[in-house]
């Protein structure tokens, strides 16, 4: 596996690797790679003859009040990890890279209606931050298919709209979200938890599951659904960001004949924000 750094190096090996006809496939990350990581880079393996993975941590999609700082930069584990997973070329490139004008006067992406609400809501700039660096990844990369994680529901949903609404030739694959054995989505900012955190925390899914289940059963008054589970979360230790009932296509609010739903939930534990979300099909009414 190479590692480059600049956007130079990247299109030189790019062009190599097409020039010998190999099928493209993409990973972008922001490092720290644990295993919902390494499951995008093996699929990528499955899917194409080429990977390449990105690190970078975007300032971009960060608020001021955010993570930007702290976010853990774990270089060579993540080299190693990305190695082992069949990653063939590996871009970490540095700011002054990927912003050379700086980010004040940077063209951005911005995706409407699918990010508005949800994270969109709770972190304002951040899917346009998102929309930008990867539609600059797309375009140095040019993948022929690239791989996101589920578990960034909403990110996902806007990634397809603006490689649909752009026209871009890339195939968008959504896998599933990796989890610990006790049903914790696997982040990487479940490395901020304290051991009595990380013991309450598999509280989020777990209501999750019991909002899903209701509704499976046939429950349909989702804002009651959502005040139980949200005070369940609270007694878990959590203080609740949104939790919202969705049609899983669109990501507009659910109403009670949709079929195909995603609940998605943001929630605090100590300082640290948590997402998760489980996407369920009802099937035809009968
Ligand atoms: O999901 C992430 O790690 C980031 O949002 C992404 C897609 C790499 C863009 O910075």
């Given at each position: 596996m190479n590692t480059v750094k600049t956007v130079r190096e990247l299109r030189a090996a790019v062009a190599q690797?097409?020039?010998?006809?190999?099928?493209?496939?993409?990973?972008?990350?922001?490092?720290?790679?644990?295993a919902g990581h390494t499951a995008l880079v093996e699929k990528a393996a499955q899917r194409a003859d080429f990977v390449v993975a990105s690190i970078f941590v975007n300032p971009l999609q960060f608020g001021p009040n955010e993570d930007l700082d702290s976010y853990p930069r774990t270089l060579a584990a993540d080299q190693e990890k990305l190695f082992e997973?069949?990653?063939?070329?590996?871009?970490?490139?540095?700011?002054?890279?990927?912003?050379?004008?700086?980010?004040?006067?940077?063209?951005?992406?911005?995706?409407?209606?699918?990010?508005?609400?949800?994270?969109?809501?709770?972190?304002?700039?951040?899917?346009?931050?998102?929309?930008?660096?990867?539609?600059?990844?797309?375009?140095?990369?040019?993948?022929?298919?690239?791989?996101f994680g589920q578990k960034d529901f909403q990110q996902l949903a806007v990634i397809r709209t603006l490689v649909h609404d752009l026209n871009m030739p890339i195939q968008i694959i959504g896998e599933p979200t990796v989890r610990a054995d006790d049903g914790l989505a696997l982040s990487s900012r479940n490395g901020y938890l304290n051991a009595e955190q990380?013991?309450?925390?598999?509280?989020?899914?777990r209501s999750l599951v019991q909002m899903a289940d209701a509704i499976r059963r046939g429950e349909r008054d989702f804002p009651a659904l959502i005040a139980a589970a949200q005070a369940q979360q609270l007694a878990a230790g959590f203080r609740p960001d949104y939790l919202e009932v969705r049609e899983s296509n669109s990501l507009r609010p659910a109403t009670k004949d949709d079929r195909q739903l995603v609940i998605l939930v943001a929630a605090f534990i100590g300082s640290t924000r948590l997402i998760d979300n489980l996407a369920f099909d009802l099937g035809s009414p009968l």
């Amino acid at each position: 596996m190479n590692t480059v750094k600049t956007v130079r190096e990247l299109r030189a090996a790019v062009a190599q690797a097409r020039a010998e006809g190999k099928q493209i496939g993409f990973v972008p990350t922001m490092g720290n790679l644990h295993a919902g990581h390494t499951a995008l880079v093996e699929k990528a393996a499955q899917r194409a003859d080429f990977v390449v993975a990105s690190i970078f941590v975007n300032p971009l999609q960060f608020g001021p009040n955010e993570d930007l700082d702290s976010y853990p930069r774990t270089l060579a584990a993540d080299q190693e990890k990305l190695f082992e997973a069949g990653c063939n070329l590996l871009f970490t490139p540095d700011v002054e890279e990927m912003y050379p004008h700086g980010m004040a006067g940077q063209t951005r992406v911005s995706v409407a209606g699918v990010s508005e609400g949800l994270c969109g809501a709770s972190r304002p700039g951040h899917f346009e931050g998102v929309a930008t660096v990867v539609t600059k990844l797309f375009n140095l990369v040019q993948p022929d298919l690239a791989i996101f994680g589920q578990k960034d529901f909403q990110q996902l949903a806007v990634i397809r709209t603006l490689v649909h609404d752009l026209n871009m030739p890339i195939q968008i694959i959504g896998e599933p979200t990796v989890r610990a054995d006790d049903g914790l989505a696997l982040s990487s900012r479940n490395g901020y938890l304290n051991a009595e955190q990380r013991a309450a925390a598999p509280a989020l899914y777990r209501s999750l599951v019991q909002m899903a289940d209701a509704i499976r059963r046939g429950e349909r008054d989702f804002p009651a659904l959502i005040a139980a589970a949200q005070a369940q979360q609270l007694a878990a230790g959590f203080r609740p960001d949104y939790l919202e009932v969705r049609e899983s296509n669109s990501l507009r609010p659910a109403t009670k004949d949709d079929r195909q739903l995603v609940i998605l939930v943001a929630a605090f534990i100590g300082s640290t924000r948590l997402i998760d979300n489980l996407a369920f099909d009802l099937g035809s009414p009968l």
